[in-house]
C-alpha cells in the first residue's frame, strides 16, 4: 500500500524558516519523481516544487523560488522542503506527493499523495 506521510509543519514568524518532511511507503521513492504542492483557504492547489527521478531536475514555483529548496534522500527513503525566508503568504497546507511519470507531475496529477501538514506564517 502506497502511502505518503508528511511532518514538520508548524508556526513560524514571517522571516522564518521550517523543514517539512515527507516519508514514502509501499514503493521505491527512488523509481519515482515527487514533489510539493500547497493550498491556502479560498485558493487554488499550487505547485510549490519537484525533482525528477530520471536526472534530479527541480523545478520551483515562481513565488518560492530561491527561497525553497527540494532535495530527497533515497537511502533514508526521505523526501524534503527547506522553507527560508517565509512569508505570511506562504500559509498553507503543504502535501508531498509522488508519481512514476514526470509529465504527471508536472500536470499537477500525480497519482500518491499525503494528508497534508499545515505551515503558517505570522507574528
Known amino acids: 500500500q502506497v502511502k505518503l506521510v508528511e511532518s514538520g509543519g508548524g508556526l513560524v514568524q514571517p522571516g522564518g524558516s521550517l523543514r517539512l518532511t515527507c516519508a514514502p511507503s509501499g514503493f521505491r521513492l527512488d523509481d519515482y519523481s515527487i514533489a510539493w504542492f500547497r493550498q491556502a483557504p479560498g485558493k487554488e492547489r499550487e505547485g510549490v516544487a519537484c525533482?525528477?527521478?530520471?536526472?534530479?531536475?527541480?523545478l520551483y514555483g515562481a513565488s518560492v523560488k530561491g527561497r525553497f529548496t527540494i532535495s530527497r534522500d533515497n537511502s533514508k527513503k526521505l523526501m524534503f522542503l527547506q522553507m527560508n525566508s517565509l512569508e505570511p503568504e506562504d500559509t498553507a497546507v503543504y502535501y508531498c506527493a509522488s508519481d512514476r511519470y514526470w509529465n504527471n507531475i508536472l500536470e499537477a496529477r500525480p497519482t500518491n499523495w499525503g494528508q497534508g501538514t499545515q505551515v503558517t506564517v505570522s507574528s
Open positions: 525533482i525528477s527521478e530520471k536526472d534530479g531536475r527541480t
